[in-house]
């Protein structure tokens, strides 16, 4: 099974000078996450909800200034390669091109866990063995800007929602971005600024998807898989009894696949002694693993190694010095930070990074169009 056969032709594709307000009604008709962005018929960037609940941006903006830089799969690809390229990034929808990077089709992460699941390849353990754990959860009196801070912080897609430990609701990406851009794309431009500070002062609740499609612990990853294709959503909460235990998504679905198609993803930690603690290796590892996702949606990454340096602090606690390695085919990028919590350190030091792979990635796309134009 090739990328070519497994993909779907693309309802909805932006131009690059198309505006974000004329796209985003469209990207809700369409029920579509992410619209490739082209230039003459050519791949140019990727536009999701995802990226738009990052920063806040000017309904006037060219989607081009608001595209993520290009992540793509070849028609060539094998079913393998597919799966490590959905794996590595955690990518919704990924586009196929050609050789000369004309845009020709869509293959969706709804696409490869179809697959999976008809051919009788998904592995037969339990949610609770691949699950996303502790989920990250929020009250329903919680604001708007809380959920989308915490979605950008620990790069997710869903927060359960909670009332005295009662599930009650779900928010996801969408949900921000449909409450606080595209009933915007109706108003003037003088009642923007105070509708975007009513909406991220709301309560979570008057966002909030109720009631919420639940799996328990001990449903298998078949039964999961079936269930998030049959109610065409990405992930769900995972319940113990009335307890929220976890949250899995197509993402882990695809992760439990690691032993089966040799996935690994290129990440060197060398921890201090006081990092070594199982909690907190876990906690590090699931970080590193997730940042490592983000710049694998810019760029093929050869090598992403991260250190620590334990110093003494003159409060009581050490003072953890990172530093993060990356090597990729348009260079190699280090970023250093420092912070008594090493997780909060990486996070500063992995933004650094791939603030400076963004500025990289669009000097040379620059570079390309100034040698185009001449020619």
């Given at each position: ?5 497994l993909?779907a032709n693309?309802?909805?594709?932006a131009s690059s000078?198309d505006k974000?307000r004329?796209i ?10 992410v619209?490739?962005v082209v230039?003459?018929k050519?791949l140019?960037g990727i536009?999701s ?6 920063r806040r ?10 595209s ?9 690809d094998?079913?393998t390669?597919?799966v490590?390229?959905f794996?590595t ?11 000369s990077r004309?845009?020709l089709g869509m293959?969706t992460?709804?696409t490869?866990?179809?697959?999976l ?7 037969t353990?339990k949610?609770?063995?691949y699950?996303?754990?502790?989920p990250v959860t929020l009250?329903?009196?919680?604001s708007?800007?809380k959920a989308?801070?915490s979605?950008?912080r620990?790069?997710i897609?869903r927060?359960?929602?909670l009332e005295?430990?009662k599930?009650?609701?779900?928010v996801t990406?969408r949900?921000?971005v449909n409450?606080?851009y595209?009933?915007?794309s109706?108003?003037?431009?003088a009642?923007?600024?105070n509708?975007e ?9 008057e966002i ?13 990853l078949?039964q999961v ?9 990405s992930?769900a ?8 235990s976890?949250v899995?998504s197509?993402?882990?679905i695809?992760k439990?696949?690691?032993?089966k198609?040799q ?11 006081g ?8 906690q590090l590892?699931?970080?590193?693993e ?7 949606k810019?760029?093929d990454v050869?090598n992403?190694?991260?250190?620590f340096k334990e110093e ?6 050490p003072?953890y ?5 990356i090597s990729?085919?348009?260079?190699n990028f280090?970023?250093n ?5 090493p997780v909060a350190a ?6 650094i990074l791939e603030?400076?792979?963004?500025k990289?990635?669009k000097?040379i796309q ?10």
């Open positions: 099974m090739s990328a070519s056969e993909m693309v309802s909805l594709v000078n974000l004329d985003l009604n469209k990207m809700r008709e369409a029920n579509q996450w619209v490739p230039n003459n050519k140019v536009l909800f995802k990226e738009l609940i990052r941006v000017n309904l006037e903006t060219r989607v081009i200034n608001v993520s830089p290009i992540i793509s799969l070849s028609k060539k094998d079913f390669q597919v490590v390229k794996y990034t955690k990518a919704r929808a990924i586009p196929v091109v050609d050789d004309n845009l293959i992460r709804e490869v866990i179809s697959y699941l008809n051919s009788g390849q998904l592995d353990g949610a609770r063995e699950m996303s754990s502790p009250t329903a009196e919680d708007v800007a989308r801070w979605m950008v620990d790069n897609s927060i359960p929602i005295e430990k599930l009650v609701g779900i990406t949900d921000i409450a606080l595209v009933p915007l109706e108003k003037k431009r009642s923007i600024l509708e500070e009513r909406v991220m002062a709301s309560p979570v609740k909030m998807n109720s009631p919420v499609i639940t799996v328990t612990g001990s449903e298998s078949k898989a079936e269930k998030l294709l049959k109610n065409k959503i992930g909460p995972v319940m113990e009894g009335d307890f929220v976890g899995i197509g993402v882990d695809i439990s696949l690691e032993h198609f996935l690994s993803m290129p990440i060197e930690a060398k921890l201090t002694t990092l070594r603690n199982k909690e907190l290796k876990a590892d699931g970080v590193l997730r940042y490592l996702s983000k710049l694998e810019f760029v050869n992403f190694r991260v250190s003494a602090s003159s409060q009581g606690r003072l010095r990172v530093s993060v390695n990729t085919k348009i260079g280090v970023a930070d420092s912070d008594r919590d990486v996070k500063r030091a992995v933004d603030q400076r792979l963004i990289k990635l000097r620059e570079k390309k169009g100034d040698k185009e134009g001449a020619i």
